[in-house]
Nanobody
């Protein structure tokens, strides 16, 4: 069982920044796709961004221009950097991992691609 460990998040005022981390259980020697999703209360899971081992990234509309995804290395976790946060960005944030290959078109919004998930971390943005 592959378990991802998340850290970061918390509370911030609108316009602020936060950084989320996602630690895979072992060095990611082969190809992979890591992604970030979020879910606000009463809403569906929403895709944000996905990154392959080679660093190529894809962003969904809510993340474009404000969020930055980076891939995990052997000694560092995957990161989702979030800036210019808005109250609508509040919710539970999840990282996800697919070890079968690189990201493909639509990975940033396709939660069904990912068999492994982190435990989630709460982000709250106040106005």
């Amino acid at each position: 069982q592959v378990r991802l460990v998340q850290s970061g998040g918390g509370s911030v005022q609108a316009g602020g920044s936060l950084r989320l981390s996602c630690e895979p259980p072992r060095p990611t020697a082969g190809r992979y796709c890591m992604a970030w999703f979020r879910q606000a209360p009463g809403k569906e899971l929403e895709g944000l961004a996905a990154v392959s081992k080679d660093g190529s990234a894809r962003y969904a509309d809510p993340a474009k221009g404000r969020f930055l995804i980076s891939e995990p290395y052997s000694d560092s976790p995957g990161i989702l950097g979030m800036g210019r946060l808005k109250p609508d960005d509040s919710g539970m944030y999840y990282c996800a991992l697919d070890l079968s290959g690189n990201c493909r078109a639509g990975s940033q919004t396709d939660s069904s691609q990912f068999p492994y998930w982190g435990q989630g971390t709460q982000v709250t943005v106040s106005s």
